[in-house]
Nanobody, 126 residues
Framework: QVQLVESGGGLVQAGGSLRLSCAAS????????MGWFRQAPGKEREFVAA????????AYTDSVKGRFTISRDNAKNTLYLQMNSLKPEDTAAYYC???????????????????WGQGTQVTVSS
């Protein structure tokens, strides 16, 4: 089992940057593929980015490609999401999630993830 705690959210102007972090408990972080999802009020939770257990494979939703970068540090049990050129439409609660996998193929559906953090709010003002 793994417990996840997000941090780094906040209020930023359009065009600005934020870096989200997701700290994982336990000694098995490197056995999990990780993902970031977001959910705006009144909308369904949507996939943002995912990374394989080793970091060698990544995936992004089209709307964030070229602006967001997902990475991980297995020695620190931490997942990151660097968000640049932020837009008002990026405003949402951001969640990190995990599922155990050694595959390079990455899941993009929330139901395929087994563990979730509590979320961190990102608000982008215009």
């Amino acid at each position: 089992q793994v417990q996840l705690v997000e941090s780094g959210g906040g209020l930023v102007q359009a065009g600005g940057s934020l870096r989200l972090s997701c700290a994982a408990s336990g000694r098995t972080f490197s056995t999990y593929a990780m993902g970031w999802f977001r959910q705006a009020p009144g909308k369904e939770r949507e996939f943002v980015a995912a990374i394989s257990w080793s970091g060698s494979s990544t995936a992004y939703t089209d709307s964030v490609k070229g602006r967001f970068t997902i990475s991980r540090d297995n020695a620190k049990n931490t997942l990151y999401l660097q968000m640049n050129s932020l837009k008002p439409e990026d405003t949402a609660a951001y969640y990190c999630a995990a599922y155990r996998s050694y595959s390079r193929s990455l899941n993009q559906v929330p139901s395929q993830y087994d563990y979730w953090g509590q979320g961190t709010q990102v608000t982008v003002s215009s």
